[in-house]
């Protein structure tokens, strides 16, 4: 998931002369569905999170965290610690954003499964 954003981060920074033209894609792309596409991944970036946030959700309103695992979501926490550190490593804001969103929704699962759990 990480590889198209990251391919636009690329496009961006990269000067399209030379031998680097015919490497990389130019910036906006002049193909409109990846030119959409580009712009997309910007509002999924901070819908797949709200999304997500329905676990911790219904676990906060009901408190209970019948059936949901701590290890799945203990390690999705390592897994969006990485992802976002990979996103500042490479200045990628959309996942920044997406995993920053991940992290806190994961952290609100795992704290509610500790404490309802």
Not at 14 to 35: C, D, E, I, M, R
Request: net charge positive; no cysteine.
């Amino acid at each position: 998931m990480s590889d198209p954003i990251h391919h636009i981060h690329k496009r961006k920074r990269v000067n399209a002369t030379g031998a680097l033209k015919k490497k990389y894609q130019p910036y906006p792309h002049p193909k409109t569905f990846v030119s959409m596409m580009d712009h997309a991944v910007y509002g999924v970036s901070i819908l797949a999170p709200i999304a997500g946030s329905t676990q911790a959700i219904k676990i906060w309103a009901e408190q209970t965290a019948a059936g949901v695992s701590l290890t799945m979501f203990g390690f999705s926490i390592i897994a969006n610690i990485f992802l976002l550190t990979y996103g500042i490593l490479h200045k990628a804001l959309p996942i920044i954003i997406m995993y920053s969103l991940w992290l806190v929704v994961n952290i609100a699962i795992v704290a509610g499964i500790i404490i309802y759990g």
